[in-house]
């Protein structure tokens, strides 16, 4: 539809019409069975609330969607057509490893092309915005919602913030085209900063920290073209997100030039009463209009309060055409007006959904984003003529796809032990049970509840289970936190693996000394006992659809593991926030040197976690180079490169993540010791050499000062270049601006 038609639409709708189009409801109130991503599903509204509702979320579906668009719509009076939402956050039918895991492969571009695969299978089913990516920066593992993060480096978030946008939506941005979403950039801002980690919790930011770490990975997001924007549920020093002018009009919207459409997390107008900030509904219905907040998704404030407000001039009929027009435009832009279905139905579900070339590549996602974290004695990879025992309760879980997975089946998942026979892998393996996940404890989710008992038969299952760890060569335990003890409303202050797994790991550790441990699980945890168990230690997160293909191949070797800590493995709980990229202090504690009193560091334990940032094994063993330069002065507007040569001294192929850091080593506000600032993957055969070169810019230099200015200050700068943030192996330049 062209802009003047568009422009003739919104002036020829009532009021109430108009309203209706910011109202977003659960497609509960319309077909029975959406996926209910929420606290009580109705949150007070009814379906005379939602006649004329804009947009709904959280189901999916071609027929369905199909049949709610043509019956809405010919109930409209302006027949507009909906939009349909959905969290769609690491695939649709085929999952992807979750974010995090995502993050830790250090690859953006191949994450785009299974965000493409992703836009492919949803929009095929009829959805039209997915809300993701999540590009919340985190640093407490406490927090369930890490799952969803790409993790603490700035510079990593933000690429793979565009990665998402683009995989979504296309590089060119064309929404209209079939097999494309809009993208959703969420949380707007802060939300992975909830004071001890705690779920909803307000997050404290001083504004140098929210632009220097927190906001970057939105911008790119927004520079990649998201078409919308989701405020977050908490408030930031002080200030609800979704009742914020400051941060969603004048920071938004304004400074950073945001055009698209704004839409609440779930409820959040409505929780402005809990949150002490609006009076009542009518109150925080006002509050989140002058926000700048465009739809109000799941509560009743605007579905019942906005009319009466602009009626009776208590919020100007502008702001409601500025946001139903933003809305509006989006419609337009997926091509609604013309084709309302998207080019969605059961023929695009049956070509795209799982299909073969999707699960190759969610296959292959799983190997570049396990971390190995540790390999003694080179006890990976496995052989296949060696007998494994494997052992746990993760062996024959489908319940490996995270709690976001929403549309998924659980019956597609392969669990470990199918990728271990159907990769050939089985001829030499056994696999026992072992225990449980959890034991004497419940966990909720969206919608389930998965109560855990006490077996009868668990002596028994140990039993058997250390019968096999006596018999085999080698043991792969399979172990990790339940799915539902990660994701929103998470939150755990012991971030260690449950007690049963634990003793059934030190069990089989006596009787067998190459024990290899798999870690399921949606965010760090305090690995250090298990790690003390074990002769090598692979973390998979939740792996996906295709988890038990992926981690079979990386065991017995016919993948390299490809991930890299993308959020720091805490050495114990009482360490967080624990991260890379953190200040010297005045009195830097240097592990290595002499015992000293007055330095920043713990008594009882050490500064650094148990696995840093970009830390990672693989089936190589790669040798730096020194660090070369281009120049060793950078006058405002040139460009260095910083180069290096990697030899794989190694006896097997494998890809090295080649990871650039930048230090400032003097400014005007203090500096992070290391930020990652550029990634090269090199694939190098046993023998062979390559050189990864990376440009440093003066973009790259810059740095929010003591008055809030965004500049480059002339300095001393070292290039580090190495296999993780702890490297050594760096060249100073001096920047003159
Ligand atoms: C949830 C989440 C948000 C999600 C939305 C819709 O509460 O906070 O990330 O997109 O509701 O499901």
């Given at each position: 539809?062209?802009?003047?038609?568009?422009r003739?639409?919104?002036?020829?709708?009532?009021?109430?019409e108009?309203?209706?189009?910011?109202?977003?409801?659960?497609?509960?109130?319309?077909?029975?069975?959406?996926?209910i991503?929420?606290?009580?599903?109705?949150?007070?509204?009814?379906?005379?609330?939602?006649?004329?509702?804009?947009?709904?979320?959280?189901?999916?579906?071609?027929?369905?969607?199909?049949?709610?668009?043509?019956?809405?719509?010919?109930?409209?009076?302006?027949?507009?057509?909906l939009?349909?939402?959905?969290?769609?956050?690491?695939?649709?039918?085929?999952?992807?490893?979750?974010?995090?895991?995502?993050?830790?492969?250090?690859?953006?571009?191949?994450?785009?092309?299974?965000?493409?695969?992703?836009?492919?299978?949803?929009?095929?089913?009829?959805?039209?915005?997915?809300?993701?990516?999540?590009?919340?920066?985190?640093?407490d593992?406490?927090?369930?919602?890490?799952?969803?993060?790409?993790?603490?480096?700035?510079?990593?978030?933000?690429?793979?913030?565009?990665?998402?946008?683009?995989?979504?939506?296309?590089a060119?941005?064309?929404?209209?085209?079939p097999?494309r979403?809009?993208?959703?950039d969420?949380?707007?801002?802060?939300?992975?900063?909830?004071?001890?980690?705690?779920?909803?919790?307000?997050?404290?930011?001083?504004?140098?920290?929210?632009?220097?770490?927190?906001?970057?990975?939105?911008?790119?997001?927004?520079?990649?073209?998201?078409?919308?924007?989701?405020?977050?549920?908490?408030?930031?020093?002080?200030?609800?997100?979704?009742?914020?002018e400051?941060?969603?009009?004048?920071?938004?919207?304004?400074?950073?030039?945001?055009e698209?459409?704004?839409?609440?997390?779930?409820?959040?107008?409505?929780?402005?009463?809990?949150?002490?900030?609006a009076?009542?509904?009518?109150?925080?219905?006002?509050?989140?209009?002058?926000a700048?907040?465009?739809?109000?998704?799941?509560?009743?404030?605007?579905?019942?309060?906005?009319?009466g407000?602009?009626?009776?001039g208590?919020?100007?009929?502008?702001?409601?055409?500025?946001?139903?027009w933003?809305?509006?435009?989006?419609?337009?832009?997926?091509?609604?007006?013309?084709?309302?279905?998207?080019?969605?139905?059961?023929?695009?579900?049956?070509?795209?959904?799982?299909?073969?070339?999707?699960?190759?590549?969610?296959?292959?996602?799983?190997?570049?984003?396990v971390?190995?974290?540790?390999?003694?004695?080179?006890?990976?990879?496995?052989?296949?003529?060696?007998?494994?025992?494997?052992?746990?309760p993760?062996?024959?879980?489908?319940?490996?796809?995270?709690?976001?997975?929403?549309?998924?089946?659980?019956?597609?998942?392969?669990?470990?032990?199918?990728?271990?026979?159907?990769?050939?892998?089985?001829?030499?393996?056994?696999?026992?049970?072992?225990?449980?996940?959890?034991?004497?404890t419940?966990?909720?989710?969206?919608?389930?509840?998965?109560?855990f008992?006490?077996?009868?038969?668990?002596?028994?299952?140990?039993?058997?289970?250390?019968?096999?760890?006596?018999?085999?060569?080698?043991?792969?335990?399979?172990?990790?936190?339940?799915?539902l003890?990660?994701?929103?409303?998470?939150?755990?202050?012991?971030?260690?693996?449950?007690?049963?797994?634990?003793?059934?790991?030190?069990?089989?550790?006596?009787?067998?000394?190459?024990?290899?441990?798999?870690?399921?699980?949606?965010?760090?945890?305090?690995?250090?006992?298990?790690?003390?168990?074990?002769?090598?230690?692979?973390?998979?997160?939740?792996?996906?659809?295709?988890?038990?293909?992926?981690?079979?191949?990386?065991?017995?070797?016919?993948?390299?593991?490809?991930?890299?800590?993308?959020?720091?493995?805490?050495?114990?709980?009482?360490?967080?926030?624990?991260?890379?990229?953190?200040?010297?202090?005045?009195?830097?504690?240097?592990?290595?040197?002499?015992?000293?009193?007055?330095?920043?560091?713990?008594?009882?334990?050490?500064?650094?976690?148990?696995?840093?940032?970009?830390?990672?094994?693989?089936?190589?063993?790669?040798?730096?180079?020194?660090?070369?330069?281009?120049a060793?002065?950078?006058?405002?507007?040139?460009?260095?490169?910083?180069?290096?040569?990697?030899?794989?001294?190694?006896?097997?192929?494998?890809?090295?993540?080649?990871?650039?850091?930048l230090?400032?080593?003097?400014?005007?506000?203090?500096?992070?010791?290391?930020?990652?600032?550029g990634?090269?993957?090199?694939?190098?055969?046993?023998?062979?050499?390559?050189?990864?070169?990376?440009?440093?810019?003066?973009?790259?230099?810059?740095?929010?000062?003591?008055?809030?200015?965004?500049?480059?200050?002339?300095?001393?700068?070292?290039?580090?270049?190495?296999?993780?943030?702890?490297?050594?192996?760096?060249?100073?330049?001096?920047?003159?601006?």
């Amino acid at each position: 539809m062209t802009e003047e038609k568009l422009r003739a639409l919104l002036d020829s709708m009532s009021l109430e019409e108009k309203v209706g189009q910011m109202v977003q409801v659960t497609g509960a109130f319309l077909e029975e069975d959406a996926v209910i991503t929420g606290p009580a599903a109705d949150a007070g509204l009814e379906l005379s609330d939602c006649r004329l509702a804009g947009s709904i979320l959280g189901i999916a579906g071609a027929d369905r969607l199909k049949r709610i668009q043509e019956r809405y719509m010919e109930e409209h009076p302006h027949h507009i057509p909906l939009l349909m939402m959905a969290d769609v956050i690491h695939g649709y039918r085929t999952v992807f490893p979750i974010p995090l895991a995502l993050g830790a492969s250090f690859q953006p571009e191949l994450v785009e092309k299974a965000m493409g695969m992703a836009a492919e299978e949803a929009a095929s089913a009829g959805l039209h915005v997915t809300f993701s990516p999540m590009t919340d920066l985190v640093r407490d593992p406490r927090w369930g919602r890490v799952l969803e993060s790409f993790g603490e480096s700035p510079w990593l978030d933000s690429r793979m913030a565009e990665a998402y946008v683009r995989g979504y939506q296309g590089a060119d941005g064309d929404l209209s085209r079939p097999g494309r979403m809009s993208a959703c950039d969420k949380h707007f801002v802060g939300y992975g900063a909830p004071v001890a980690g705690r779920e909803y919790n307000h997050a404290e930011l001083s504004e140098h920290t929210v632009r220097e770490f927190h906001l970057p990975p939105k911008i790119a997001a927004i520079k990649a073209g998201t078409a919308c924007v989701m405020p977050a549920f908490q408030s930031l020093n002080g200030e609800p997100c979704t009742a914020s002018e400051k941060i969603v009009r004048k920071l938004l919207r304004d400074e950073l030039g945001f055009e698209g459409v704004t839409i609440s997390d779930w409820s959040a107008v409505g929780e402005l009463v809990a949150q002490g900030a609006a009076a009542d509904t009518r109150e925080a219905a006002k509050l989140a209009i002058e926000a700048g907040i465009d739809i109000d998704m799941m509560s009743v404030c605007y579905a019942r309060e906005l009319k009466g407000l602009v009626e009776s001039g208590e919020v100007e009929e502008r702001l409601v055409d500025e946001a139903v027009w933003r809305i509006l435009t989006l419609k337009n832009r997926l091509g609604l007006f013309e084709d309302p279905f998207h080019g969605s139905g059961t023929e695009a579900e049956k070509k795209t959904v799982l299909c073969q070339e999707h699960r190759d590549f969610a296959r292959k996602m799983v190997a570049e984003s396990v971390i190995l974290l540790k390999n003694e004695d080179s006890v990976l990879p496995l052989s296949r003529e060696k007998k494994t025992a494997f052992i746990g309760p993760y062996v024959d879980s489908t319940d490996t796809c995270g709690s976001w997975a929403i549309f998924q089946n659980r019956e597609d998942t392969v669990t470990l032990r199918r990728g271990v026979a159907e990769g050939g892998y089985g001829e030499n393996a056994l696999f026992c049970h072992g225990c449980d996940v959890l034991e004497n404890t419940r966990v909720l989710g969206f919608g389930v509840e998965e109560v855990f008992g006490q077996r009868e038969d668990r002596d028994e299952l140990v039993k058997q289970a250390l019968k096999a760890a006596e018999e085999a060569d080698a043991v792969v335990m399979a172990l990790g936190e339940h799915t539902l003890q990660s994701g929103e409303a998470a939150s755990r202050g012991d971030i260690t693996l449950p007690a049963q797994q634990m003793e059934l790991l030190r069990q089989v550790s006596r009787v067998n000394s190459n024990v290899i441990t798999v870690v399921y699980s949606g965010r760090p945890l305090d690995l250090r006992e298990v790690s003390a168990c074990s002769k090598a230690v692979l973390a998979v997160f939740l792996p996906g659809t295709m988890g038990g293909a992926g981690i079979a191949d990386v065991l017995f070797g016919a993948a390299s593991p490809g991930g890299r800590v993308s959020m720091s493995f805490p050495w114990s709980a009482a360490q967080i926030p624990v991260y890379h990229n953190d200040y010297s202090t005045g009195r830097p504690y240097d592990p290595a040197g002499a015992e000293q009193k007055f330095v920043s560091r713990y008594l009882d334990m050490p500064n650094s976690p148990l696995y840093p940032f970009g830390y990672g094994l693989t089936y190589g063993s790669f040798r730096y180079s020194s660090v070369t330069l281009s120049a060793e002065t950078m006058k405002a507007g040139e460009v260095l490169t910083a180069a290096v040569t990697v030899t794989n001294e190694g006896t097997a192929a494998a890809k090295e993540t080649v990871q650039l850091y930048l230090h400032d080593e003097k400014a005007t506000t203090v500096r992070p010791r290391r930020e990652l600032k550029g990634v090269k993957c090199l694939y190098l055969q046993p023998g062979e050499s390559g050189e990864a070169v990376f440009r440093i810019t003066e973009e790259m230099l810059k740095i929010w000062d003591r008055d809030m200015n965004f500049l480059a200050e002339p300095g001393t700068f070292t290039v580090y270049i190495g296999s993780d943030s702890r490297t050594e192996n760096g060249a100073g330049f001096r920047y003159e601006g």
